[in-house]
């Protein structure tokens, strides 16, 4: 047996998923009756979304059709960043919706502090946007898992847990 163990812990969602989120979204808002003259544009870009239509209404209806398609493929609302909306030429609305993946250095410092503090038996390490999370026994592992679980809830990110070795 090895005897060392370790995971990764990142922030990360499935793009083919948020493809299909969009598209779904996409066939939805061209099929009902109250968007479907609003000419609403949802553009998935590399980091971000942007949605272009027509009021603040509209706008209001797409978002919710987005978050229940993202809720039905299982990606976590924690990924998306709402930003302000601003008008656009011809009475329209933009909004930029920014796409969060990666842990930040400072969200990185405090998770593995936290866990330095509560456990002492594991080694914490950041790599880049990710933590890898040693330990001797598979135990202390599980118990690193459930401290960022209870940690999770209030960050503004999703954590998922991979690589468990």
């Known amino acids: 047996m090895a005897d060392k163990y370790s995971f990764d812990v990142v922030s990360d969602f499935d793009r083919q998923e948020l493809v ?15 968007l479907k ?7 998935l870009e590399e980091s971000s979304i942007l949605i272009t239509t027509a009021s603040e209404m509209t706008l209001k209806s797409v978002e919710d059709i987005l978050r229940q398609k993202a809720t039905k493929r299982n990606l976590s609302l924690k990924i998306f960043d709402f ?19 990666g842990l930040s250095k400072e969200l990185a410092k405090k998770l593995s502090k936290t866990i330095r503090d509560e456990l002492k038996k594991i080694n914490v390490s950041i790599q880049g946007e990710s933590i ?6 598979k ?27």
């Open 139 to 165: 135990d202390d592992l599980q118990s690193a898992i459930s401290l960022i679980k209870e940690q999770e809830e209030d960050l503004e990110i999703p954590l998922q847990f991979e690589n468990y070795r």
């Open 132 to 137: 890898r999370i040693t330990g001797k026994s």
């Open 37 to 43: 003259d609003s000419n609403t544009l949802l553009e």
């Open 20 to 34: 299909n989120t969009i598209d779904q979204a996409k066939r939805e808002i061209s099929q009902r009756y109250d």
């Open 83 to 101: 930003q302000t909306p601003e008008s656009s030429g011809g009475n329209r609305i933009k909004q930029t919706i920014v796409l969060r993946k």
